[in-house]
């Protein structure tokens, strides 16, 4: 079993910054890519970073620039630093990690709980 928690989320002024940290445990065996997903009031579920294990990244075109995804590999945790936020970033955003268990050697998408991310005008 695998565990992904949120945290950094909260309430920011247009032009501010944050930064979200998502750490994995439980019986981890590897990961492999991880990332976040945000998800506006209203709106789908929208792809906003991505990065490999070896640190390739991948932005959604409304955050590049503004956004960087890294990772520790050694503390098994993703993290989103969100620089210049406007109000259109308001959504929950939620981690996730391609992760193979020790159980069995299957790649499963786990997910955290989701950290609410406001910015104000």
């Known amino acids: 079993q695998v565990q992904l928690v949120e945290s950094g989320g909260g309430l920011v002024q247009a032009g501010g910054s944050l930064r979200l940290s998502c750490a994995a445990s439980g019986s981890i065996f590897t990961i492999n890519a991880m990332g976040w997903y945000r998800q506006a009031p209203g709106k789908q579920r929208e792809l906003v970073a991505t990065i490999t294990s070896g640190g390739s990244t991948n932005y959604a075109d409304s955050v590049k620039g503004r956004f960087t995804i890294s990772r520790d590999n050694a503390k098994n945790t993703v993290y989103l630093q969100m620089n210049s936020l406007k109000p259109e970033d308001t959504a929950v955003y939620y981690c996730?990690?391609?992760?193979?268990?020790?159980?069995?050697?299957?790649?499963?998408?786990?997910w955290g709980q989701g950290t609410q991310v406001t910015v104000s005008s």
């Open positions: 996730y990690a391609n992760a193979v268990p020790r159980v069995e050697p299957y790649e499963y998408r786990y």
